[in-house]
């Protein structure tokens, strides 16, 4: 591994760590976007977009979008754009959380996304989120919250009190995944958790009215392996691929019109404000083409393309037969480019050439995936957004495994490939059109 990548990967894993819910990630992306000279916009405000201006916008603060204004008119080169998604599959805490049952003092949570759960047991974790609050003055104000220190478990029950735990044991979301944060007071005293937080985290006198909060394991990501070929980590999935894309935006050589967008809620379908199937992106891609002059974003649609970025499922050594024989993508093999001919993936053969192409021109290996046909597969923001905007869409991600786990692992090469793939697509000139004979 070359210092190079070393470097890449010592910062990738700070972001991942600095990184424990989407107000923390797009909080991150926009200190590099700050740090590099991106100016923070506001919807509500008028925005007066020229050539060379590097901006960025969020949504709720868990969804991002920043764009460079390219020199190139978007009737010549279009639009180059890169998306990938803020949230993972996790534990999020009930709105009326408190439990004290047995002795101990517990807080109900609810699965956000399709997450493993049986990985979340006997973990060091802890809480982080956003906190909605009403200070001394009256004021309500909301701030991005993280306890940082393990402060929590969810112990799994002795083996000795269930002999078949190794067969076939069930998790009940309901039952068996409330987190233990402390021993219980006494049965006439009740632990109130918005007080808990409001001595934690704000200034005196002020109360919690409410949160966004979950559960996250403190264990930091790390290079793994004898010769460090892997990188695991928590929210690979699919906070490297908002990484990825923010490190190729700043490298962005302004030519192009290039924009980022990582939108929250994908892990439970999109459909929200913020979401993919939401107005977020479409708001800002109009601003854009109306300050360029374009007459509209269909008038330069076919010279555009989205690389929808989300991580793909690398074939498990244990489990071989869970993979179309001739679709096994490796780690370090390369970026995936998905495959659905359900549309579940917005890949076609004219944005998968495409794709193929800039990874020709930068050196780096390509993979695909393909299910099998009598397994299902999952989704990304990638069709979605292809169906809103009308634009040509691909599927890519970098290979990963154990998806949707509390700790994922990856390739330690990957991430950086996949960068340089999408800095050459960004500053690739002229429009990506392919003619038709």
Request: with cysteine.
């Amino acid at each position: 591994m070359s210092n190079q990548t070393q470097q890449y990967n010592v910062d990738l894993s700070a972001f991942l760590d600095a990184s424990p819910t989407p107000f923390h990630a797009v909080s991150s992306m926009s200190r590099l976007l700050e740090g590099a000279g991106f100016t923070r916009l506001h919807e509500s405000d008028v925005w007066d977009l020229k050539t060379g201006d590097r901006h960025f916008v969020t949504r709720n603060g868990s969804s991002i979008i920043a764009f460079v204004v390219g020199s190139e008119s978007l009737a010549n080169s279009g639009m180059r754009m890169a998306g990938a998604h803020t949230d993972s599959p996790c534990l999020m805490v009930k709105p009326q959380p408190e439990i004290n049952q047995s002795g101990y003092f517990q807080l109900g949570v609810e699965v956000y996304g399709g997450a493993l759960l049986n990985p979340w047991f006997d973990r060091d974790l802890s809480i982080a989120g956003r906190l909605v609050y009403r200070d001394a003055d009256q004021q309500l104000k909301q701030t991005a919250v993280d306890f940082k220190e393990p402060v929590a478990m969810i112990p799994s029950l002795a083996i000795h009190l269930d002999r078949e735990a190794n067969s076939g044991r069930t998790v009940n979301a309901q039952k068996h995944i409330p987190p233990v944060l402390m021993l219980a007071p006494q049965a006439d005293a009740k632990t109130d958790f918005r007080a808990l937080l409001a001595e934690k985290f704000l200034p005196a006198k002020s109360e919690v009215l409410d949160f966004e909060l979950c559960f996250y394991d403190t264990q930091p990501a790390a290079m793994v392996g004898l010769k460090q070929e892997f990188l695991a980590s928590a929210r690979l999935d699919n906070l490297l691929s908002c990484y990825v894309a923010t490190q190729a935006l700043l490298a962005a050589d302004g030519t192009n019109t290039s924009l980022m967008v990582c939108n929250d809620h994908e892990e439970v379908g999109s459909v929200s404000a913020i979401g993919a199937d939401g107005p977020f992106l479409e708001a800002v891609v109009e601003r854009i083409v109306q300050a360029e002059g374009s007459s509209s974003l269909n008038s330069v649609a076919d010279k555009s393309l989205m690389i929808s970025c989300d991580n793909a499922h690398a074939a498990h050594p244990n489990f071989a037969d869970m993979h179309d024989v001739a679709h096994m993508p490796l780690l370090n093999g390369g970026p995936v480019i998905k495959v659905n001919v359900k549309q579940r993936y917005a890949t076609t053969s004219v944005t998968s050439a495409l794709f193929r192409e800039l990874c020709d021109q930068v050196d780096v290996p390509v993979q695909t995936f393909v299910s099998r046909s009598d397994l299902g597969c999952g989704s990304t923001i990638g069709p979605i957004t292809s169906s809103r905007l009308g634009i040509p869409t691909l599927d890519v991600g970098i290979p990963q495994l154990a998806m949707h786990s509390c700790r994922e692992l990856t390739g330690s090469l990957d991430p950086e490939r996949l960068t340089s793939v999408l800095e050459a697509f960004f500053n690739r000139p002229g429009n990506l059109a392919i003619e038709v004979e």
